[in-house]
């Protein structure tokens, strides 16, 4: 069974940073492609980043491009997103899961997330 746990989630105040992480078990990690999702208050899940194999090609949002940077260590099944420049609208619960923007649906499989608090 995939095993996906987010963490480092928090309330930050607007222009902070804040790095989540995730880590991964029961797949072979540096196989597939992984994204973060995010859904914030009254709304439906949104993919914001992406990180292909190799962790040589990245793709982001509008809504977080510029700001939010993925990357993934292999050696320790982990997958990360920096954020910087936090603004209240990014206050949401943060999900890794398994799969690119154009999979992530059909692969069904993202961890419980962790909640970002923007907020002064």
């Known amino acids: 069974e995939v095993q996906m746990a987010e963490s480092g989630g928090g309330l930050v105040q607007p222009g902070g940073s804040l790095r989540l992480s995730c880590a991964a078990s029961?797949?072979?990690?540096?196989?597939?492609?992984l994204s973060w999702l995010r859904q914030g208050p009254g709304k439906g899940l949104e993919w914001i980043a992406e990180?292909?194999?190799?962790?040589?090609?990245?793709y982001y949002a509008d809504s977080v491009k510029g700001r939010f940077t993925i990357s993934r260590d292999d050696a320790k099944n982990t997958v990360y997103l920096q954020m910087s420049s936090l603004k209240p609208e990014d206050t949401a619960v943060y999900h890794c899961?398994?799969?690119?923007?154009?999979?992530?649906?059909?692969?069904?499989?993202w961890g419980q997330g962790t909640q970002v608090t923007v907020s002064s």
């Open positions: 990180v292909l194999t190799g962790s040589s090609n990245t």
């Open positions: 029961a797949f072979t990690f540096s196989n597939v492609a």
């Open positions: 899961a398994l799969g690119s923007e154009a999979t992530w649906t059909l692969l069904g499989s």
